[in-house]
């Protein structure tokens, strides 16, 4: 199967942009129409390729422009909008014999009604590919991809081949839903660490411990992860980390409060048993909830821990 010529991206946010530019940089041979809901966005993310980026008017023109389409949006009302729009989504067009790879984080039911809708309309493939590593990996193209495919699929190695240039780590799940499980997995273990994280880093520093003394011991120990490796939340001790710069981007922190709800909300529906879902549903939906942190990095949620509104 040879790789497609022509691909569409919809979806330019804090991690479709630099997806969306290591794909344009690392596969030379292929144009790219491309469709935000921000202009702004779309016009500036042209102009620095020109020749090989065109800028579509929907989600409609971006289909039926491209042979692959690569999609990623915040939640499963926008996945909707982009497919299932009578008028402007990609079902409006003829998408006979073409691919629609999905790297929103959502609810599987909406991945699977979508991923039905396509399939009905005659396409190719729908695979959901939700990706790990946050918006410094994804501009140095080192994510991780969740494929919901068998690894023996036929479709596989191309996918994986194109992935590949926008992440170092392409796994397939399994079957259709399972790279989101995944991914709602995974978000859910990150998102309980970075509060468990802020918890100790507070108990350690309030007993006079110096913050990157005490997460660098926390990295030698059995306390280690990636949280406080690279973005620990305690502002100074990454210093090249969004914790580290007012906690401007990064992960929103809305947005991880809607990973960690769905997470707990599929594990009520497969009978899981969770000690601590409840407890971080809450903590991101308050912090979230306040202006003095919506919108930052989800590990503003050490700030949120630390105001004197929630002592």
Same mark, same amino acid.
């Not at 991690?15 to 530019?21: T, V």
């Not at 140095?140 to 479709?155: C, L, N, R, S, W």
């Given at each position: 199967?040879?790789?497609?010529? !022509?691909?569409?991206?919809?979806?330019?946010?804090?991690?479709?942009?630099?997806?969306?530019?290591?794909?344009?940089?690392?596969?030379?041979?292929?144009?790219?129409?491309?469709?935000?809901?921000?202009?702004?966005?779309?016009? *500036?993310?042209?102009?620095?390729?020109?020749?090989?980026? $065109?800028?579509?008017?929907?989600? =409609?023109?971006?289909?039926?422009?491209? +042979?692959?389409?690569?999609?990623?949006?915040?939640?499963?009302?926008?996945?909707?909008?982009?497919?299932? +729009?009578?008028?402007?989504?990609?079902?409006?067009?003829?998408?006979?014999?073409?691919?629609?790879?999905?790297?929103?984080?959502? +609810?599987?039911?909406?991945?699977?009604?979508?991923?039905?809708?396509?399939?009905?309309?005659?396409?190719?493939?729908?695979?959901?590919?939700?990706v790990s590593g946050g918006t410094a990996g994804a501009a140095k193209g080192t994510i991780t991809f969740m494929v919901g495919i068998a690894p023996e699929d036929p479709y596989f190695p191309v996918i994986?081949?194109?992935?590949?240039?926008?992440?170092r780590t392409v796994n397939a799940m399994g079957g259709k839903g399972l790279g989101l499980a995944a991914k709602l997995s995974n978000n859910y273990l990150s998102g309980c660490i970075a509060i468990a994280?802020?918890?100790?880093?507070?108990?350690?520093?309030?007993?006079?411990?110096?913050? $990157?003394?005490?997460? +660098?011991?926390?990295?030698?120990?059995?306390?280690?992860?990636?949280?406080?490796?690279?973005?620990?939340?305690?502002?100074?001790?990454?210093?090249?980390?969004?914790?580290? *710069?007012?906690?401007?981007?990064?992960?929103?922190?809305?947005?991880?409060?809607?990973?960690?709800?769905?997470?707990?909300?599929?594990?009520?529906?497969?009978?899981? *048993?969770?000690?601590?879902?409840?407890?971080?549903?809450?903590?991101?939906?308050?912090?979230?909830?306040?202006?003095?942190?919506?919108? =930052?990095?989800? !590990?503003?949620?050490?700030?949120?821990?630390?105001?004197?509104?929630?002592?």
């Amino acid at each position: 199967m040879l790789p497609p010529q !022509r691909l569409g991206w919809i979806g330019l946010g804090a991690m479709g942009w630099p997806m969306a530019k290591q794909l344009l940089a690392n596969y030379s041979s292929a144009t790219l129409t491309v469709y935000d809901i921000e202009q702004s966005l779309l016009e *500036k993310f042209a102009s620095e390729e020109p020749e090989r980026v $065109k800028i579509a008017s929907n989600a =409609k023109q971006t289909a039926l422009e491209s +042979d692959w389409v690569f999609t990623i949006v915040p939640e499963g009302k926008h996945v909707r909008q982009v497919y299932l +729009d009578e008028e402007s989504g990609i079902l409006a067009a003829d998408i006979i014999g073409k691919t629609f790879i999905d790297c929103s984080t959502i +609810d599987l039911e909406t991945s699977s009604e979508v991923g039905a809708a396509v399939i009905s309309a005659k396409a190719a493939c729908f695979v959901d590919a939700p990706v790990s590593g946050g918006t410094a990996g994804a501009a140095k193209g080192t994510i991780t991809f969740m494929v919901g495919i068998a690894p023996e699929d036929p479709y596989f190695p191309v996918i994986q081949t194109i992935l590949s240039t926008m992440g170092r780590t392409v796994n397939a799940m399994g079957g259709k839903g399972l790279g989101l499980a995944a991914k709602l997995s995974n978000n859910y273990l990150s998102g309980c660490i970075a509060i468990a994280l802020s918890e100790a880093m507070s108990i350690g520093m309030k007993l006079g411990i110096e913050p $990157k003394l005490l997460s +660098d011991t926390f990295d030698k120990g059995t306390g280690a992860n990636w949280v406080n490796k690279v973005m620990n939340p305690v502002p100074g001790v990454c210093p090249d980390a969004a914790t580290s *710069k007012g906690y401007i981007g990064g992960f929103k922190v809305e947005l991880m409060e809607k990973d960690v709800r769905l997470a707990t909300q599929a594990a009520h529906q497969v009978g899981v *048993k969770l000690a601590l879902g409840d407890a971080v549903v809450s903590t991101y939906s308050q912090t979230a909830a306040d202006p003095a942190f919506r919108g =930052k990095d989800s !590990r503003v949620v050490y700030q949120w821990l630390n105001h004197p509104s929630t002592e």
